[in-house]
């Protein structure tokens, strides 16, 4: 499975950005897709976690409440939308595709994609 994430750019805080992930060599519905960040000199983490057929999702404490995970099946396609972005937001973004919902141990990633938000 190949994945492709984009939509990064530099936002104010209090902005929005919606990041997209296109997924190819595999059956997209599958898989259970992620997103995970990296912030400079900081170890990557868990961003949010959406099910195969998308009824199900879970979110770090961090993106709870201000992050949405959704896919679309039929574009091969998960989203990330981001509201009220704050400065320590700023990371790597990547999406990750496992069998397993019930793990972060993924078994594929893409390269990710820069978020920048500006206090």
């Known amino acids: 499975v190949q994945l492709q994430a984009s939509g990064g750019g530099l936002v104010q805080a209090g902005g929005s950005l919606r990041l997209s992930c296109a997924a190819s060599?595999?059956?997209?519905?599958?898989?259970?897709m992620g997103w995970f960040r990296q912030a400079p000199g900081k170890e990557r983490e868990f961003v949010a976690l959406i099910s195969w057929s998308g009824g199900s999702a879970k979110y770090a404490d961090s993106a709870r409440g201000r992050f949405t995970i959704s896919r679309d099946n039929a574009k091969n396609t998960v989203y990330l939308q981001m509201n009220s972005l704050k400065p320590e937001d700023t990371a790597v973004y990547y999406c990750?595709?496992?069998?397993?919902?019930?793990?972060?141990?993924?078994?594929?990633w893409g390269k990710g994609t820069q978020v920048t938000v500006s206090s």
């Open positions: 060599g595999g059956t997209f519905g599958n898989y259970a």
């Open positions: 990750a595709a496992n069998r397993n919902y019930n793990t972060l141990d993924m078994d594929y």
